[in-house]
C-alpha cells in the first residue's frame, strides 16, 4: 500500500463503521489462512501416500535386479567350472571380478558358495559368518530358488539361494547364495528416483531405524513422531509422513517417507501476518478506503483460495497469476512456483511409473515366452512404449559373426511381429546397425537417407519412406550380442527415446545372455539335442498337462544298431561322427517346435510327443527309421551302413506317471531288438513277456558301390 494514501483518509466517518470495516477483514484473514494451510497439507498428504508407494515399487526393482544379477553368476561358466573342481581361491578370484563387474559393492552384498552338502566354501567379500539361511541352501541344492527376508544382527538383509548345475551332472553340484541389506545407501538411491527422505524400519515392540536418508536425531524425531499419529511438530508439520509396511521373516519392516514442507510453512506464515497486518491496516484506514480495501483484499484471498484448489485437484497447467505487486502478488508468485514444481515431480513421477510399466511387461515376456517369441514380445513393446512406426531386431550369427535379422514390426500393416525367413545380414561396420555393433554406441539418425552410414535392404519396403531411425545395441558389459532398430517415430527422436529406450535394450540383452547360458546348460554339446535331466523335466510336464487337458503323450525310444561293437571296432571318433549324423537327422522327422528330442545316453534318443496317440508316435518312429536307414554315412572314405532300433509307448492309456512310460518304451524298443533290429515296435502288454535282449551281431563297412544297389 501507498502510504501517500493515507493523506486522503477521513477521520470523520463513525466509528460504528470502523468496526463493521474491521470485523470483516479480521474474519477474512484468519478463514482464508487456515483454508490455504488446510489445503496445501492435504496436497502434500495425498503426495506422500502416492511416493511411498513409488518408493515400495523402486525398493523391490532395486531387491530384483540384484536378485537378476546373481542369476547371471549363478548361470557363468567359469564359476560351474570351479566350484565343481573345488578351486577355491580360483572361485574366489571369478567371484570378485563378477562382484566388480556387476557393481555389488553399491549395495554391499555378499556372495557365498555352499558344496553339495550344505557345507560353506568360499564368501565374496569374506564375512565373520554366515549370511545365507540353511533352508535356503538345502532347498537350492534339491533345485528349488528361494529368496527370503529377515532381521539379523540390527539390519533387515535380503538372500537368495541358487542351484549352481554343470552340464556334466544332473543334480546341483554348488548353491550361490547372494545376501545384501538396507543400507543408507540404499535409502539414498530410493530417496533421490522418488524425490523425498527414506526411512526403512524394523517393526518389533518399538520402531527401529535401519537405514536412513536423514541424520539420527532428526530419523529418531520422525520415528517418535510416526508412532504418535503420523505428522512431525505438532499443528504445524515439518514432515509429513507415510509409509508402507512389508513381511519378513522374523517380523515386518516400514518403509517410510518423508516431505520436508518447512518452507511451506514459511510461506502460510507470511502469508498469514500479510492478512494480519493488512487487517490492522484497515482498523486506521477511512471509511471508504477501509471499506474499498476490504472488499480488493477479499477478492485477491478468494482468488488465492481458488487457485490453491486447483493446485490440489492437480488442475497444474493454468498459471497462478495476480496482478499486484504486494505480498499477494509475491505469494500468488511463489505459489506458481509450487505449480511448476509440483507439474514436474509428477511428470518425474509419471515417467518413473512409466519406465516400471515397461520393465514388468517385459520381465512377464522374458519369464513366459523364449527364442524368437520372446524377441517378438519385446520389439511390439518397446515400439509402442516410443510410439515408432516400425522396428526390427538383430542379433550376432556366431557361425559367420555377422548381424542376422531375426524379427520386424510394423503395427499398421501387421498385426503381431513376423518371423524373417529370408537370410537377411550385415557385417560388423556395415550399414547403420552394423556400425552400432562395431562400436557398441547408439546412433539416434533423423535424416537416415542422407546418412553415408545407411544401407538399404528390401525387406517389406522398409527402407522405403524412412524418416528417422534409433538404433540401440543390445550388449551385456562390453559383448555386443545384437542391435535393435526403431524406425518412423512422428516428429523425430528425441534423447529421452534414447534413453527410455537403452534401459529397456540393457534388460533384452541380459534376457537374451541368460537364455544363451541356459540353453547351453540344457543341451548335449555333441549333438545339440537336449541332455537327459531336462527331457525328464520335460517328460514330467507334458504328462501333467496331458492329465489336465485330457490329451494323449507318446515317446519315441531308440537307439543306433550294433553300435558298442561299431565303436570297438572304429574307433570313438567313428562313434561320434554317426551319433551326430543320426542326431541331426531326429529334426527332420518330429514337429519342429514341438516335439521335444533329447540324448538319452550313449547312444540312446528319445523323442516326446504331446497331443500324439499311439498310432501317430509309431508313424513318425517309422519315418525316422526309414530317414537313418536311407542316409549315408562316410567315414573317412568309408561307407557304413546304419541303422537304429525304435519302441513308442503312450501314455496314460498305457502307463501310469514317467518311469512307467519310460519302460514301456523301453520293452517295445527291445522288442524290436528281439525281431532283428532296424524296425519299429508299439508297445503292448504282450511284449513283456517274449521280449528279451538280442546279443550284438558284428558290423561291416560296405564299400559305396555295394550300398549303390540298396539304395536305389
Known sequence: MQISLLNSIRFR??????????????????????????????????????????????????????????????????????????????????LSTLYQDLNLQLYDAVLEVYDDKGKFMVAEPLQGQRLTPLDQVQSALKGDFKSSRRFAQGHLLISAALPLYHPSKSQPIAVLGLTFRASNKLADAIGKIAGSEVLILSKEEHLEVLATTLDETTSLNLVEQYEKGGLVSGKRPTYILAS????????????????????????????????????????????????????????????????????????????????????????????????????????????????????????QAIISRSGNDLLLQVLMIIIHSVQAEQGSIMLVDPSSGQLLLKVVYNPSLDSSPVKVHERISFAFGEGIAGHVAASGEAVLCNEPLQDPRFKPYHFQSMDQGLKNVLCLPLKVDQNVLGVISLDNKPGGFLQADLVQVQDSANQVAIAIKNAELYELSITDGMTGLYIRRYFQDMLEQELKRSQRFQMPTSLIMFDIDFFKRFNDTYGHLAGDFVIKKVASLVGGSIRDGVDTPARYGGEEFAVIMPDTDLSGALHVAERLRESVENSEFIYEQQLFKVTISVGCAEFPRQAENRDDLIEKADIALYASKHKGRNCATAYSPELEADVTVVPIASVEPVSPEQAEPEKN
Open 13 to 94: 466517518l463513525p466509528a460504528l463503521f470502523l468496526l463493521a470495516a474491521l470485523l470483516p477483514a479480521l474474519l477474512s484473514a484468519f478463514w482464508s489462512s487456515q483454508l490455504l494451510q488446510s489445503q496445501i497439507e492435504n496436497f502434500f498428504t495425498l503426495r506422500a501416500r502416492e511416493t511411498s508407494i513409488v518408493a515400495d515399487n523402486i525398493f523391490e526393482e532395486f531387491s530384483q535386479e540384484i536378485l537378476l544379477k546373481s542369476q547371471v553368476i549363478a548361470q557363468t561358466q567359469a564359476i560351474q567350472e570351479r566350484a565343481l573342481k573345488r578351486d577355491y581361491l580360483d572361485l574366489i578370484n571369478q
Open 244 to 363: 508402507q509396511t512389508r513381511p519378513a521373516r522374523n517380523g515386518e519392516y516400514v518403509l517410510m517417507v518423508a516431505l520436508n514442507i518447512s518452507e511451506m510453512n514459511k510461506v502460510i506464515g507470511s502469508v498469514r501476518n500479510i492478512l494480519l497486518l493488512m487487517a490492522g491496516g484497515a482498523i486506521v484506514l477511512a471509511l471508504f478506503l477501509a471499506l474499498g480495501l476490504s472488499r480488493n483484499l477479499l477478492q485477491k484471498i478468494m482468488l488465492l483460495s481458488q487457485m490453491a484448489r486447483k493446485v490440489e485437484a492437480r488442475e497444474l497447467d493454468s498459471p497462478v497469476y495476480l496482478n499486484s505487486k504486494d505480498e499477494l502478488g509475491r505469494l500468488a508468485q511463489t505459489l506458481d512456483s509450487m505449480r511448476i514444481e509440483i507439474r514436474q515431480a509428477l511428470l518425474e513421477k509419471e515417467g518413473m511409473i512409466a519406465k516400471l510399466t515397461i520393465r514388468d511387461e517385459i520381465n
